[in-house]
């Protein structure tokens, strides 16, 4: 199972890492992820099939900030989800080659999840990332930037857009 959420996170920060011209906002809708969120300029959107889950990511760049939600499908039941969550903070900072420098709870729909800040002192980057698993379904969504253009405003507004339906 963390090899799982390990791969479906590294995948989430690849896809990241590509930039888009940036235009007016874009609500993202999602009815097999059960999802929405509101992206601050024109987005992208990828998926993953694997034999024990399917990720689907979408990416949008503005003003040199990369955001990105992703909602992974699980085929295997998830247990210990409050595990689970930590190894994926654990994984994305791992994976940007930074750290965890706050973490604290995050709720989604009444279900526990996590957020971080993250830096990433060799990049200069800064970053939030939030997770939250709720049945079968992981979803991720996060906002990085470079120090110089991190925009604790606009990442915050990302982050309130983002909805998850019953």
Do not use: C
């Amino acid at each position: 199972m963390k090899r799982i959420l390990l791969s479906s996170t590294l995948l989430v920060l690849l896809i990241g890492i590509t930039s888009l011209a940036p235009s007016a906002k874009v609500k993202y809708s999602s009815s097999e992820g059960k999802l929405s969120a509101i992206f601050p300029g024109e987005f992208s959107t990828s998926e993953d099939v694997r034999d024990t889950y399917k990720s689907v990511k979408t990416q949008a760049m503005a003003d040199d900030m990369v955001y990105f939600v992703a909602y992974t499908i699980h085929d295997i039941e998830m247990t210990d989800v409050d595990e689970l969550t930590q190894v994926s903070v654990e994984a994305f900072a791992e994976g940007l080659e930074g750290e965890v420098t706050s973490q604290t709870a995050w709720k989604v729909n009444k279900t526990n999840g996590l957020q971080a800040k993250i830096e990433v002192k060799g990049s200069s980057l800064k970053g939030e990332y939030r997770v939250v698993i709720i049945g079968q379904i992981q979803y991720q969504i996060t906002a990085i930037a470079p120090v110089d253009s991190w925009d604790p405003k606009k990442a915050s507004k990302f982050f309130k857009s983002f909805k998850v339906t019953k």
